[in-house]
């Protein structure tokens, strides 16, 4: 229904609106029943994702200003300019894959037991 979508820059499933006073709460999980076009849904772990991309992605790490965000020059099956990916953690929190800017490898977290799952997908429309 293209006429319906004139203006629409980007849609944003999942996620939650962090009030100042539940910054620090880290523990939801997201889940829909819906997957994207090509094949991401909410919930969907780092090792389904990174298995769907066939190969490694990377993401910016939870303390960075994008935190969570999988970077768009990430390569593989998924195009990840037309689909944003928003990552986040159930144990990353209180240990080492703190990173305020450096780009974190898939792999890398997976191996050290990253517990890190899709939360928000970021549908960004065709011109």
Request: hydrophobic content about 30%.
């Amino acid at each position: 229904d293209q006429g319906n979508h004139k203006g629409i820059s980007l849609m944003l499933m999942g996620g939650q609106v962090r009030a100042e006073s539940s910054q620090g709460f880290h523990r939801v999980i997201e889940m829909n029943k819906w997957r994207s076009a090509q094949g991401v849904y909410l919930g969907m772990s780092l090792t389904e994702l990174e298995k769907l991309n066939d190969g490694p992605l990377q993401f910016y790490g939870w303390e960075s200003e994008q935190p969570g965000i999988v970077s768009p020059k990430s390569t593989g099956k998924i195009d990840f300019k037309k689909l944003g990916i928003q990552l986040d953690c159930l144990d990353c929190y209180e240990d080492k894959h703190y990173s305020n800017t450096e780009l974190l490898n898939s792999t890398n977290v997976l191996q050290q037991n990253g517990r890190v799952y899709v939360s928000t997908l970021i549908l960004i429309p065709e011109e």
